[in-house]
């Protein structure tokens, strides 16, 4: 049964240490340990999950990257909507000017009545037509000025967000580079560490040692029922006799070669 630390003697103690050590002290061990604890996690965390989590961060900044593109097309477009615009507005001002200084030739000529297309005007008509001109004129004068400024505005903003986008997809391309390097190195070392790796296996070494030994006592016992098959299928061993001619009359005939012999018997 697993008896549980009541909460109140862990905050004891964790309140005797605070005032023992100080709050600085013991804060600077909870940040040293927790150091420790992180540096311990990332040492042992393979290289190669690490390159996989670079490549998902990557990855993950992908979406984001086409986000920025897309405002950034959008401004473009918007932009170049506001130069044409401008454009023609500005034509048309020109346009408008052109027609108010007729109208203005016109009048300087002091007559009653003017004729335009065709038409026969008094002269209180076109004063309060050119009146009408150029109130509509400042107007849209003022519209443009205001557009104009706008695209500045808008173009400062769409140069600004490029040159954002453009370092962050810098980042990002170097950051990719350096990922695909990464893992080349690492694919390098791991084949030098297979390499230079020496990995002796001591019981398949046992194994072919005892192996070889069994070998060799069958080849030897093999050899040793051959020998037996050739001595049973021989003559019988005889002991030879190697002892002098003399020792062996002695040996057969005994006393009788003491005695001299007896020559006549012959004769």
């Known amino acids: 049964m697993q008896i549980k630390t009541p909460w109140w003697i862990v905050a004891g103690v964790g309140i005797l240490v605070v005032g023992s050590l100080g709050v600085a002290t013991t804060w600077s061990y909870i940040k040293t340990g927790w150091r420790k604890v992180g540096q311990s996690i990332r040492e042992a965390t393979p290289i190669a999950f690490d390159l996989e989590r670079l490549n998902s961060e990557l990855k993950d900044l992908e979406p984001e990257i086409r986000r920025n593109m897309q405002v950034v097309a959008q401004l473009e477009v918007e932009t170049e909507n506001l130069e044409q615009d401008i454009a023609r507005m500005e034509k048309e001002q020109t346009q408008a000017l052109a027609e108010m200084k007729k109208l203005r030739e016109?009048?300087?000529?002091?007559?009653?009545?003017?004729?335009?297309?065709?038409?026969?005007?008094?002269?209180?008509?076109?004063?309060?037509?050119?009146?009408?001109?150029?109130d509509n004129y400042q107007i849209r004068q003022a519209d443009l000025e205001a557009k104009k400024q706008?695209?500045?505005?808008?173009?400062?903003?769409?140069?600004?967000?490029?040159?954002?986008?453009?370092?962050?997809?810098?980042?990002?391309?170097?950051?990719?580079l350096k990922a695909e390097s990464l893992a080349g190195q690492l694919k390098t070392l791991e084949a030098s560490q297979a390499v230079g790796t020496v990995a002796i296996d001591q019981s398949r070494l046992g194994r072919?040692?005892?192996?070889?030994?069994?070998?060799?006592?069958?080849?030897?016992?093999?050899?040793?029922?051959?020998?037996?098959e050739q001595?049973?299928?021989?003559?019988?061993?005889?002991?030879?006799?190697?002892?002098?001619?003399?020792?062996?009359?002695?040996?057969?005939?005994?006393?009788q070669a003491d005695k001299p012999a007896d020559v006549n018997q012959g004769t």
Do not use: C, W
């Open 208 to 228: 072919a040692k005892e192996l070889a030994k069994e070998i060799e006592t069958r080849i030897r016992v093999a050899q040793r029922m051959l020998e037996h």
């Open 106 to 134: 016109a009048l300087g000529q002091g007559k009653s009545e003017y004729q335009f297309a065709g038409q026969v005007y008094k002269r209180s008509d076109v004063e309060a037509d050119l009146a009408r001109r150029m």
């Open 150 to 176: 706008l695209l500045a505005e808008r173009q400062r903003h769409l140069d600004s967000a490029k040159k954002k986008v453009d370092a962050y997809r810098q980042q990002y391309d170097q950051l990719k």
């Open 231 to 255: 001595n049973a299928q021989g003559e019988i061993p005889v002991e030879v006799d190697d002892r002098p001619v003399t020792e062996r009359f002695d040996a057969m005939f005994g006393d």
